[in-house]
């Protein structure tokens, strides 16, 4: 409690003095401006006798976030409502429910502070201690709740102190968090020419009263978590070390929800990035560490129904994205890999606390007009991305585990793709793309077997004029279990700026069970004009994850229609 009180104080000190900057002897009008943005998407689920789904009882759902500001010289203010009626779209987190102001803020912005009171975004690092983030395609909204102030001493130097409480819903999380960051540029300090570094650290804090069921608990009501960084490069070289600390707490078990009061473990996380890049020609390493890092702004989920509130990424600080190749292609995108961050038990043969692994990105251009480039150059990039579990010793009942810093244990995942895109002429570019793929299904999610694929596809795009072109591709994937082989294909059609339409099919022929070998079709189009975008679909969704730059939510299998809205005003 004394150290809100002290966060308070620090915050309306700094706001008071905020105020004193504001220049009283303007006299020329400013009636500021109004800024903001309107999304929907609706979605009108339909019976499908083909594949046994029956419509859910509210058939039309839909998604709808009004956002507004005010700026009037240094100050902003903002409100976002959010609607989801009749209910929120299927596999949403349930606390999106009807329509109610979702967001607000003030803010003042002047050459050394940015001060917010309300809700707010931040990431401190890399995000693997503290993310306060937003995706609607995710279901995500992660804001805190309370005061930030960002003080900026010099160009160098970046502090940040926040306090607040993490949104759920239209609600705000139980936890308490405290947060302080710092960035510092050391490059004219040092006087460095070719080169330049910087570092950070960073403080969170997250306070919520313990649960009085567990008698004579053996960590505290604060779990603290640090963190430091050092990014430097040289010339056309690069690199990040990051280093996470979550201190002692009790342990969760997502399997049974709950938490394990007699195994009380710290954790952390540790990521190198090094990369060299120039002129037709990159290379980038990142390796990643992590062990006991779930984070959420209270210590056991909220259940509901079959689901947890982590289920919906609901609750979670923290931001550990997989780290690998984000693939285009419907295929590729059967099987993809979610990072392995916290305490999972599942069974005698299945116990796991983190993961280890990496990946390696190659991008090369051979420069035109040379045998390999020929007229237009030829660009290739290879991505090579392996995970496993942490290797240690292990024991189900009762829990407890003691893991080794270096190795590997159980492999995860691995991804291995080349890609290469070719102009032929000034209409018509092509490209081809290879990747395997091996897929630890009982220890990545619930499955019976390990999955490995190869996957082909090719692609060409003609353009008839500046705003006119054609897309056609074509993937194939060969799997060697679970659902065996797919082929799909895809047309897109831009007529001009304003109008664009596609179709696109993918075909489970090779399922062991024929009734199972479906097809998956969606057609649509969209119309653009000015700020304006207006998109509507119809089509089959196959069940499994959808994700967005790494993390990923499940949909439900379902077939209807979508219409979404976009505008920004």
């Known amino acids: 409690m004394q150290l809100k009180k002290i966060v308070v104080a620090v915050f309306l000190g700094y706001t008071a003095f905020a105020f004193s900057q504001v220049d009283s002897t303007e006299v020329k009008k400013d009636y500021g401006r109004v800024f903001g943005g309107f999304e929907s998407v609706s979605q009108w689920y339909l019976n499908d006798k083909g594949r046994g789904i029956i419509q859910p009882e509210d058939p039309i759902r839909s998604n709808n976030y009004l956002f507004v500001n005010y700026q009037i010289k240094g100050w902003t203010a903002g409100v976002q409502v959010e609607a989801y009626e009749k209910n929120a779209l299927l596999n949403y987190n349930p606390e999106f429910d009807g329509t109610n102001v979702a967001t607000y803020f003030i803010n003042y912005k002047s050459n050394k502070f940015d001060i917010t009171a309300g809700y707010f975004y931040e990431q401190f690092g890399s995000g693997m201690l503290l993310r306060a983030w937003e995706d609607r395609a995710l279901g995500i909204n992660t804001a805190l709740r309370g005061g930030r102030v960002i003080y900026r001493p010099s160009d160098n130097i970046r502090l940040t102190a926040l306090y607040g409480q993490q949104r759920t819903g239209f609600n705000v999380s139980d936890g308490k968090i405290y947060g302080f960051d710092s960035d510092f540029q050391l490059t004219q300090l040092l006087k460095l020419d070719k080169s330049d570094l910087s570092f950070g650290l960073s403080y969170v804090g997250r306070q919520e009263e313990i649960n009085p069921s567990i008698v004579n608990p053996d960590f505290d009501e604060i779990t603290h978590g640090i963190s430091g960084r050092v990014n430097y490069t040289y010339n056309s070289f690069y690199s990040n070390f990051e280093y996470n600390y979550k201190s002692e707490d009790a342990v969760l078990n997502r399997i ?30 990142t390796l990643r560490r992590t062990e006991n890092m779930t984070f959420l702004s209270e210590r056991v989920p909220t259940v509901t129904g079959d689901n947890t509130s982590l289920n919906f990424n609901d609750k979670v600080l923290n931001f550990t994205p997989a780290l690998t190749k984000q693939h285009h292609s419907n295929l590729a995108n059967i099987y993809v890999y979610q990072a392995q961050v916290g305490f999972d038990f599942k069974d005698p043969r299945i116990l796991k606390v983190g993961e280890t692994g990496g990946q390696i990105d190659l991008f090369y251009e051979f420069a035109k007009d040379t045998k390999l480039g020929g007229k237009y150059g030829t660009k290739i990039a290879l991505n090579m991305a392996s995970w496993y579990n942490l290797p240690g010793q292990y024991r189900l009942t009762p829990a407890e585990y003691k893991t080794d810093f270096f190795g590997v244990g159980t492999k995860y995942f691995s991804d291995y793709n080349l890609e290469v895109k070719k102009q032929l002429s000034e209409n018509w570019r092509t490209g081809f793309y290879y990747i395997n793929q091996y897929y630890n299904k009982p220890w990545v999610e619930d499955g019976s077997s390990d999955v490995r694929t190869n996957i082909v596809t090719a692609e060409a795009v003609y353009n008839f004029a500046a705003n006119k072109s054609i897309r056609v591709e074509a993937e194939h994937m060969w799997a060697d279990a679970d659902f065996k082989n797919w082929a799909g294909g895809i047309v897109e059609l831009n007529l001009n700026d304003k109008y664009s339409f596609y179709v696109w099919d993918i075909i489970n022929y090779g399922n062991d069970d024929s009734s199972k070998q479906k097809h998956y079709y969606n057609f649509g189009g969209a119309y653009r004009i000015n700020s304006t975008r207006i998109a509507m679909n119809y089509g089959r969704q196959r069940g499994g994850l959808v994700c967005v730059g790494g993390v990923c939510r499940f949909v439900p299998e379902s077939t209807g229609f979508t219409l979404s809205i976009n505008t920004a005003f």
Request: no cysteine.
């Open 256 to 285: 049974s929800n709950t938490l394990d009061e007699n195994l009380i473990k710290d954790g952390n996380a540790i990521s190198l990035n090094l990369g060299y890049s120039k002129q037709g020609l990159g290379i980038d390493a």
